[in-house]
């Protein structure tokens, strides 16, 4: 598996694009749509960590899909081809690269993660992150709203909302930046995710 692969991977469940964006003027004051199961989105991320010392980045896009049991990524690379693909299930985490290379599973997606890539990827705060939830460090839902856009996560993720779908009522992520100073299973890292509308 070559670095450029694993660092697509990388940036596959982490996130998104490391440009300029002028925030929309927020919706309302009032809090996201509350959680759901079930949910279908795309977009792009970037991400950028500390690996032996050294800074690494690596940008793609992604489709993301989940329901109550599983959650299924998509990565694509800058032209549109589709570099890997994640599937997470309560019994099973599975990396595919496709070609001839066979699949990578692990009893875990933190578990594959670590082997493949060196660190853990956040997928079950990326179930809450995306629809603007998380768990707080104090153990307590805590839900994202223009007037309320910052957490630090039970994980030690600091979480900004700095941007929201136009017209979205309740209010919809749309730039989410995430950020672990590393420690345990996660090195230093820094997330970027742009959803898209």
């Keep these: 598996m070559s670095f450029k692969t694993l660092a697509a991977i990388a940036g596959a469940v982490a996130i998104l694009c490391g440009c300029a964006i002028t925030p929309s003027v927020p919706p309302s004051t009032a809090i996201v749509a ?22 690494e980045s690596t940008t793609v896009k992604f489709d993301w899909k989940q329901d109550a ?6 990565l694509f690379d800058p032209f549109g081809s589709k570099v890997a693909t994640i599937s997470v299930t309560p019994q099973l985490a599975t990396l595919n690269l496709g070609g001839n290379k066979p699949p ?42 223009p007037a309320n856009s910052e957490v630090t996560t039970r994980e030690g993720w600091r979480l900004q909302y700095t941007d929201w779908q136009r017209g979205s009522s309740p209010p919809r ?12 299973d ?10 898209s509308e």
């Design 69 to 74: 049991q599983s959650t299924d990524v998509a």
């Design 173 to 184: 992520p749309k730039l989410i930046d995430a950020e672990h100073p590393g420690g345990g």
């Design 104 to 145: 990578m599973t692990a009893p875990s997606v933190d578990a594959l993660s670590a082997r493949a890539l060196g660190w853990a990827l956040p997928v079950a705060g990326l179930r809450g992150w995306l629809q603007g939830h998380a768990t707080a460090a104090d153990g307590k839902p805590w839900s994202a709203s």
């Design 34 to 55: 509350p959680y759901a199961d079930s949910v279908a989105l795309s977009g792009r991320l970037n991400v950028r960590y500390l690996k032996d010392g050294k800074q």
């Design 186 to 195: 996660v090195q230093q890292m820094a997330l970027r995710i742009v959803i």
